[in-house]
């Protein structure tokens, strides 16, 4: 996820304001606060699971780095960030704790940018993962909980729940691929990029930074990928219902 590498001080200013605007709209409509606490669960499943899955790929690569350092865990507080899990809750996007791995330990089976790619790629796939294993929750209680449960409050706050998880994995390991620092998907990129294209890429990194803020902010990230996500969840539910016969 996110690693921030340059002026922290503006980016946290950016997500600041970030955290207001969402903030003040919730404040502006108190019925989405109830939306708000339903997102709290799948926040902290879809951020734990998606750091954990880079500190388990770099660890069965051969770098202990995040063993040591305590993240090869399924507890959330080793892994959300307050910051970036408020981010995740009110604008969209967000980020966990990020995962320090060290390259160089890497098995020499592969070269150190096919490793960092696997790393990266492994959250977002652990994301897709979840929403699929979700979706077949969501699809079992459909088949065969009574109408009862189904339109009971409890019934109705576990669908909600559970569509609200299968929602937050699709957007994070969507928005995680996209090919820009600091996001997962940089990572992935680079080992298919020509020698000049990537020095260039790595070189010029604080550049991607900024551009990815400002696609963010001008809306232009969601154009992007809503559409993605949107098939992704299709292609996903379609299958958890295909293998339940609804």
């Given at each position: 996820?996110f690693?921030?590498?340059?002026?922290?001080?503006?980016?946290?200013i950016?997500?600041?304001?970030l955290?207001?605007?969402?903030?003040?709209?919730?404040?502006?409509?108190p019925?989405q606060?109830?939306?708000?606490l339903i997102?709290?669960?799948?926040?902290?499943?879809?951020?734990?699971?998606?750091e954990?899955?880079?500190?388990?790929a770099?660890?069965?690569?051969?770098?202990?780095?995040?063993r040591?350092?305590?993240?090869?865990?399924?507890?959330?507080?080793?892994?959300?960030?307050?910051?970036?899990?408020?981010?995740?809750l009110?604008?969209?996007?967000?980020w966990?704790?990020?995962?320090h791995?060290?390259p160089?330990?890497?098995?020499?089976?592969m070269?150190?940018?096919?490793?960092?790619?696997i790393?990266?790629?492994?959250g977002?796939?652990?994301?897709?993962v979840?929403?699929?294993?979700f979706?077949?929750?969501?699809c079992?209680?459909?088949k065969?909980?009574?109408?009862a449960?189904l339109?009971?409050?409890?019934?109705?706050?576990?669908?909600?729940?559970?569509?609200?998880?299968?929602?937050?994995?699709?957007g994070?390991?969507?928005f995680?691929?996209?090919?820009?620092?600091?996001?997962d998907?940089?990572k992935?990129?680079?080992?298919f990029?020509?020698y000049?294209?990537?020095?260039?890429?790595?070189?010029?990194?604080?550049?991607?930074?900024?551009?990815f803020?400002l696609?963010?902010?001008t809306?232009?990230?969601?154009?992007i990928?809503?559409?993605a996500?949107?098939s992704?969840?299709?292609?996903?539910?379609?299958?958890?219902q295909?293998?339940?016969?609804?």
């Open positions: 996820m690693n921030f590498s340059f002026d922290k001080r503006t980016l946290y950016i997500v600041g304001i955290i207001l605007i969402g903030v003040l709209q919730y404040l502006a409509n019925s606060l109830y939306s708000l997102s709290i669960p799948g926040v902290l499943v879809a951020i734990t699971f998606h954990f899955a880079h500190a388990f770099a660890d069965k690569l051969g770098d202990d780095t995040a040591r350092e305590g993240r090869l865990s399924l507890n959330p507080k080793d892994h959300i960030d307050p910051i970036g899990g408020l981010m995740l009110v604008a969209g996007f967000g966990g704790k990020p995962v791995v060290n160089s330990n890497y098995t020499r089976k070269s150190m940018e096919k490793g960092e790619a790393v990266s790629i492994a977002p796939l652990m994301n897709f979840l929403a699929f294993v979706s077949l929750i969501y079992a209680i459909y065969f909980a009574s109408l449960f339109t009971s409050t409890i019934g109705s706050a576990v669908i909600l729940i559970i569509s609200a998880t299968i929602s937050i994995n699709i994070l390991g969507v995680n691929l996209i090919p820009l620092p600091p996001l998907g940089s992935v990129l680079i080992p990029l020509p000049k294209a990537k020095e260039w890429f790595i070189n010029n990194e604080q550049i991607f930074y900024i551009v803020v696609i963010w902010l809306g232009i990230a969601g154009t990928i809503t559409p996500i949107q992704v969840s299709n292609g996903i539910l379609s299958l958890a295909m293998i339940f016969g609804i």
